[in-house]
């Protein structure tokens, strides 16, 4: 090996090497789980409004007092040209959790000749059983909801079997639905007891879904919320960025707190290399040379540390996705852009803080007092 390789020294001072490389590897580690979780989560908020980027669901503004949809707002509504029907529709809710954190999932009532159009709309299959109908109290719930709560076809839910659940009544289940979207069905007259519900549905034509949005969200009123996907976006755009700025200053707070003992360890590492550095500098290697060197060395050193933690996030996480979490009905977000641009600023501060602090060292060093200490 070269005598002069960047190599040279972390194989030959193993024990020195190893703490940093550790540490640097559980911080990436560390940081990763919370982007880990953070991305689950975020996936479940997604999941919980998927129903609604395949149809639309109007209903009163309860909180300007308004109860009933007003009829030129439905008049207005049904002049558009991306419109395929208009159905009267109840939403209520059902309990769930996303990793151990207490959801609530919208199940929509509604006709039970409108429910294999929903299910059409929305590309959702029936896995099990079969809909549910006007006869009795049932319903239909999507696989992943099911699984989180260790429900089976024929088990009951509602407020009168588990005080937790805000739907209320006791429905049996019916049928298990599967599919990227993440929906519920209920019979509206079972839901609704006869009522007229105050809510409707919208459902486009075969590929218009962003035409009839455009067409609503042009339609200003505050009698009535239209929840098209720009309302839900809005709705998750600020739940995430509540979670992004809290995971964001606590990750910020390890890599600074990180980088700073790296670097003072790795001061102290260099001060043990002084004789090396003085000798170096003394038969005529540049300053420039040596910070390179130095460069090298910590840039190696955090690579390696970032790919073994990257590595280890990955298997970790997936043995926890296929044992833990996939068969409770929550699968963790491990492959995604976040996991990358979340981890990256632990290595590039770290090389950075090192980086500086040994070369502001290297620029004071004076090769002769280094020798004349070593005769």
């Known amino acids: 090996m070269n005598p002069l390789s960047i190599f040279n020294y972390y194989t030959r001072n193993k024990r020195k090497a190893l703490p940093v490389l550790g540490i640097l590897t559980l911080a990436v580690f560390g940081i990763s789980l ?33 109860t009933q949809l007003d009829a030129g707002l439905r008049a207005d509504v049904r002049q558009s040209a991306h419109l395929a029907l208009v159905a009267p529709v109840e939403t209520a809710y059902l309990y769930g959790t996303i990793l151990g954190i207490p959801t609530n999932f919208p199940i929509f009532g509604v006709s039970d000749e409108l429910m294999p159009r929903l299910l059409q709309a929305t590309e959702t299959e029936l896995l099990a059983g079969r809909l549910p109908t006007v006869r009795d109290d049932e ?67 075969d590929g218009e879904m962003s035409a009839l949005v455009a067409d609503l969200d042009a339609l200003e009123t505050e009698r009535a919320v239209i929840q098209t996907p720009t309302y839900w976006n809005r709705f998750v755009e600020r ?95 491990i492959f995604n852009l976040r996991l990358l641009t979340g981890t990256l600023p632990v290595p590039v501060f770290v090389w950075i803080f090192s980086t500086l602090t040994i070369m502001w060292q290297l620029w004071r060093l004076d090769p002769v007092a280094v020798i004349d200490r070593r005769d």
């Open 34 to 66: 919370t982007l880990v979780l953070t991305a689950t989560i975020f996936d479940g908020v997604r999941g919980f409004v998927s129903p609604y980027y395949q149809f639309v669901v109007i209903e009163p503004n309860y909180n300007k007092k308004y």
């Open 239 to 333: 739940t995430l960025n509540q979670y992004d700025t809290l995971v964001g200053a606590i990750n910020a707070v390890i890599i600074i707190v990180l980088s700073l003992g790296v670097g003072l360890l790795n001061m102290i590492y260099f001060r043990q290399r002084t004789g090396e550095f003085g000798i170096l500098s003394g038969i005529g290697f540049s300053r420039s040379f040596l910070m390179r060197r130095v460069t090298l060395e910590a840039l190696l050193l955090t690579i390696v540390a970032w790919i073994l933690g990257m590595l280890l996030s990955v298997v970790v996480y997936q043995l926890l996705d296929t044992l833990v979490f996939g068969p409770q009905g929550t699968h963790l977000s």
């Open 139 to 205: 319903v239909a719930i999507h696989e992943s909801l099911m699984k989180t709560r260790g429900l089976r076809i024929g088990d009951h839910i509602g407020s009168d079997v588990n005080n937790e659940d805000p739907l209320d009544g006791k429905f049996q289940i019916v049928g298990e639905l599967g599919g990227k979207t993440i929906l519920n069905l209920v019979s509206l007259e079972r839901l609704s007891k006869g009522r007229t519900p105050p809510q409707i549905l919208l459902l486009p034509k």
